[in-house]
């Protein structure tokens, strides 16, 4: 599949020019971008050489995070039904997922690695989505890695959606990372388990002060969701999609999108974008961008998060956990222990 040819754009937000409150308090200001752009479906290889182009067009406009959309390396298998119904598997299906298999990636792995170095490369911090492969199951995961070029570690998302949890696994309260950076205290949630008001509360409980918000959904009601996170939490929000028109997906009859096939052309948009940055107080800094291929940026002052917290802070003095309160498990569940392991363990502490 070719790469494709459309130039990504500039799309800049405000740079906060009227009021200059970073200078009064020292607080910080950080360039991000968020990415629109399409997998190169069933071409990882090419996917992350488009992956290091955009990423280096962002740096040379001084950006120092950069976040991509949900499942760009290995792609979101929009349309595809996998030859799944009740009670029924087609061997086209399974075949099609052989080949989405073989486009995931490990982690740790190969392509972690060239990921890690683009970033220490373009000496940016990176939110990149991914289909992970652990074994023969695969992950809807986000990775996360510093401008130094290191990896940081990854989220997975704990809850595919429909059809979803057909070819994905489900994460687990173990990989709900918020890491602290020199920019900020960064997270991620993937698209509708952003409306997981749980989730979202062991994040704010974390501290996260960039959202990042990699999606599939490009409706206009996500602009609602990503508003309120923004507010909810009194943090940035980064929501990035991919935007993708049929051409982006191999053709029939390798690839087809059930039920819709016939209406579609070439140039029809299957994803629409609706990448956009929001600030702790719900002003849209940049985007949603619904146009094409882009690089949607905008300068983040660090000190609108205090001032959004003075108002409302959800899990600090607006809180009330002697009426309300969350646990969350955050150790891995897996389903096989061995005890020779922890036999080993035993021993090496003796």
């Not at 405000?14 to 997998?39: C, H, Y």
């Not at 992350?48 to 290995?74: N, W």
């Not at 991620?188 to 990042?212: D, H, Q, S």
């Not at 600030?279 to 961008?289: F, I, K, Q, R």
Request: glycine residues 10%; contains cysteine.
């Amino acid at each position: 599949m070719a790469l494709v040819t459309t130039e990504p754009t500039i799309n800049e937000g405000p740079l906060f020019a009227e009021v200059d409150m970073a200078s009064d308090f020292n607080a910080p200001t950080v360039r991000a971008t968020v990415i629109q752009a399409s997998t190169i479906f069933y071409d990882t290889p090419a996917t992350l050489d488009k992956a290091e182009r955009l990423l280096g067009e962002a740096a040379g406009h001084g950006s120092q995070l950069v976040v991509f959309p949900e499942a760009f390396v290995g792609g979101y298998p929009r349309g595809s039904d996998f030859g799944v119904s009740i009670g029924n598997r087609t061997a086209k299906g399974r075949e099609e997922f052989r080949k989405y298999h073989s486009a995931a990636i490990d982690v740790p792995g190969p392509e972690v690695d060239r990921l890690a170095t683009m970033a220490g490369k373009y000496k940016v911090h990176l939110v990149m989505g991914v289909i992970e492969r652990d074994g023969y199951t695969l992950y809807c995961t986000v990775l996360f890695f510093d401008s130094q070029g290191h990896y940081l570690g990854k989220h997975r998302k704990i809850m595919p959606t429909a059809l979803e949890r057909i070819i994905w696994g489900f994460g687990d309260g173990s990989t709900i990372p918020v890491f602290e950076t020199p920019i900020g205290k960064i997270g991620a949630a993937i698209c509708w388990e952003n409306r997981m008001p749980l989730l979202r509360t062991a994040m704010y409980a974390k501290g996260v002060e960039i959202y990042c918000a990699p999606t599939a959904d490009a409706r206009d009601v996500w602009q609602a969701s990503m508003t309120h996170i923004a507010l909810e939490g009194g943090c940035f929000v980064l929501s990035a999609n991919q935007f993708c028109r049929r051409r982006d997906y191999p053709p029939p009859p390798e690839y087809v999108f059930a039920g819709t096939e016939e209406d579609l052309t070439p140039d029809s948009v299957v994803c629409a974008g609706g990448s956009v940055i929001i600030s702790p107080s719900g002003a849209v800094l940049a985007g949603p961008n619904y146009d094409g291929e882009a690089l949607i940026s905008a300068d983040l002052d660090l000190g609108e998060i205090a001032r959004a917290k003075f108002d409302f802070d959800v899990v600090g003095h607006y809180s009330r956990p002697e009426v309300l309160s969350l646990t969350v498990k955050d150790h891995p569940t897996n389903p096989v222990t061995f005890t020779s392991a922890s036999k080993k363990i035993e021993d090496n502490t003796k």
